[in-house]
């Protein structure tokens, strides 16, 4: 498999070439040249499969310069009953990704993907985790060191720390706004006492720890002589590992291939839907992708209308779903790359007007109706809606599902259709948002077992002040 640019001018490239890499040289992003098709036969025969086992299927095929029996090691590392063991009670922790159904609807039935079992309690974990082990045996293979340098404001940091821990030739530098975040993700991310992982609280907001890693990646010549790297969502390793849970929820919910489920995904960056994409080009029986926002909704607009209006950062709204709170999705150039029909030159004129005139308007051009050709649909949701939807899944089905998930559900239920199961990725756990829960139901989720007390652990971290030769200085003297 080769991989391109979004933009059409990049060399053609491996898995291995991209793994490490951010965005393509011409500012595109990486897509590979064709999608596998996965025919029905070929369907049925991985019903049986342990989720690592359909990983290691779903990922040979784009990853062929991975010797086979590397890959299958490196993916049942990742996807053990041990590591996805946070799930609710009645879960099935060697499944990694249950299904939770929670009934009938509009004459079909509504279940959760549970993807929020891993250490992090979000799905984050289910590409990280494989991430951290891709990229020591990269690293190992050439003999190289890595130092990740990222900001955070919670969950994507604590999702690359615990995917990164104890890794060989990796380091994490990870900055976080010192007392911006909550108890509990203080304590996810800074009681982990491994030497090559440094939490970093910055005396500023998150944007000013965003504005350092964004200094010090363009002062080339420290980020060369010093390794740095990143893993933000635009990688293609990570979107890639995403593909595998449609097949999972897909074949579980399914007992022959004829049938066809919906599948609604709470977003952000559309990093996650764009590996629904990615699954129903493979030929993966999808009816629907739903993709549900919260009152940030670009993405919505887009679905709705043909006109994608990117947000400046001061008109982001800052809502009880908070990973979904973008100004504009960093993946959904990939899908724009497939809806006009793969034209490289085409996307490039499209994503500087993007940078320039803050989008385009396709509302009135012929591509616009070949949107639904894709499965497209959306929906947007509220912090009432959010509540309320808390409250009612909690009451009809007695289960417990947290902010983003809400918006998912919310949304999904516009697009139930008789006969077509609908799955709504769980992206999160309620408990990362003991808050917002405690307004609609009057009490605190549960914890996992692993989690109780943990802010009375010990934790390590190194408190600096927002200046990026303080930061460099403080890489340099750890690596
Ligand atoms: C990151 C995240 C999302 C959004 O996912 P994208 O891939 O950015 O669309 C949704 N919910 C939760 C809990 C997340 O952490």
Request: aromatic share 10%; proline share 4%; net charge negative.
């Amino acid at each position: 498999m080769k991989y391109v640019s979004t933009r059409g001018g990049s060399e053609e490239l491996s898995f291995l070439e991209i793994l490490l890499a951010g965005l393509a040289p011409d500012g595109g992003l990486y897509m590979p040249k064709s999608y596998p098709q996965i025919s029905k036969e070929t369907l049925d025969s991985w019903r049986k499969l342990s989720y690592a086992d359909l990983a290691f299927e779903v990922l040979r095929l784009f990853s062929d310069d991975i010797p086979e029996e590397d890959l299958r090691q490196i993916v049942r590392k990742t996807y053990t009953a041990q590591v996805y063991c946070n799930g609710r009670a009645d879960d099935d922790p060697s499944q990694i990704t249950p299904i939770h159904w929670l009934g009938e609807e509009a004459g079909t039935q509504i279940g959760l993907l549970s993807l929020s079992n891993g250490p992090t309690l979000a799905f984050k974990d289910m590409a990280m985790q494989l991430l951290g082990n891709l990229f020591e045996y990269a690293l190992a293979k050439e003999g190289r060191e890595l130092n990740i340098l990222g900001a955070t404001s919670g969950d994507t940091g604590s999702a690359a720390e615990y995917a990164m821990r104890g890794k060989k030739g990796i380091r994490v530098f990870m900055l976080s706004p010192a007392g911006k975040m909550s108890a509990f993700q203080c304590a996810q991310m800074y009681s982990l006492q491994d030497p090559n992982i440094f939490n970093i609280a910055i005396q500023g907001v998150f944007d000013d720890a965003q504005d350092i890693v964004k200094a010090v990646s363009n002062d080339l010549e420290f980020k060369s002589k010093h390794k740095i790297g990143t893993v933000n969502s635009i990688n293609w390793a990570r979107v890639v590992a995403q593909v595998v849970y449609y097949f999972a929820g897909y074949l579980r919910a399914t007992q022959d291939s004829s049938e066809k489920v919906s599948f609604c995904v709470p977003s952000g960056n559309f990093g996650n839907v764009c590996a629904g994409h990615i699954a129903r080009m493979m030929g993966l029986p999808i009816h629907q992708l739903v993709v549900a926002t919260n009152e940030n909704d670009v993405l919505d607009e887009f679905f709705k209308t043909g006109h994608y209006r990117a947000r400046k950062s001061a008109e982001t709204f800052h809502t009880s779903s908070p990973s979904m709170d973008i100004s504009k999705a960093s993946n959904f150039e990939r899908f724009v790359f497939d809806w006009l029909n793969r034209d490289g030159s085409l996307v490039k004129e499209l994503f500087a007007q993007v940078e320039k005139q803050g989008g385009f308007d396709y509302s009135q051009h012929p591509a616009r109706d070949k949107i639904e050709q894709f499965g497209f649909v959306s929906g947007r949701s509220t912090h009432t809606n959010r509540i309320e939807t808390i409250q009612q899944v909690s009451r009809k089905y007695g289960v417990v599902i947290d902010t983003h998930t809400a918006d998912g559900v919310q949304v999904a239920r516009n697009y139930l259709q008789p006969g077509i199961k609908m799955l709504v990725l769980e992206t999160a756990l309620p408990v990362k948002f003991s808050e917002t829960i405690e307004t609609a139901l009057g009490y605190l989720p549960d914890r996992p077992d692993a989690f109780v007390g943990i802010e009375n652990l010990p934790q390590r971290l190194f408190t600096i002040p927002p200046q990026v030769s303080l930061i460099q200085e403080f890489i340099v003297k750890n690596t």
